[in-house]
């Protein structure tokens, strides 16, 4: 069993800049991969970005890549997204994710999730 549970959610200008944690505890974590979705209203959840805990090895949307950064740190357990020159479509809950086993885009393969946080991003 795996914990984890978001922070860092707000509101922000377009161009502007958020770094979202998630705080990870429960099984040892070297074999998880971690991943941060998100959902806008009325819309499916999406994946952003993912990260392996072991080799630190990510993977990201085109949406995001360049200008999100999904970082980890073992000591502390966390995993960070830092969010940079935001958008108006970056407006969403973020969910931080883990699952055993190598990265997916399928939001349905992970089975820990935390409870959210909102970014919103104004124009």
């Known amino acids: 069993q795996v914990q984890v549970a978001e922070s860092g959610g707000g509101l922000v200008q377009a161009g502007g800049s958020l770094r979202l944690s998630c705080a990870a505890s429960g099984r040892t974590l070297s074999t998880y991969t971690m991943a941060w979705f998100r959902q806008a209203p009325g819309k499916e959840r999406q994946f952003v970005a993912a990260?392996?805990?072991?080799?630190?090895?990510?993977l990201y949307t085109d949406a995001v890549r360049g200008r999100f950064t999904i970082s980890r740190d073992n000591a502390k357990y966390t995993i960070d997204l830092q969010m940079s020159n935001l958008k108006p479509e970056d407006t969403a809950v973020y969910y931080c994710?883990?699952?055993?086993?190598?990265?997916?885009?399928?939001?349905?393969?992970?089975?820990?999730w935390g409870q959210g946080t909102q970014v919103t991003v104004s124009s």
């Open positions: 994710a883990a699952r055993t086993g190598y990265f997916t885009f399928n939001y349905s393969l992970y089975a820990y």
């Open positions: 990260i392996g805990w072991n080799e630190g090895n990510t």
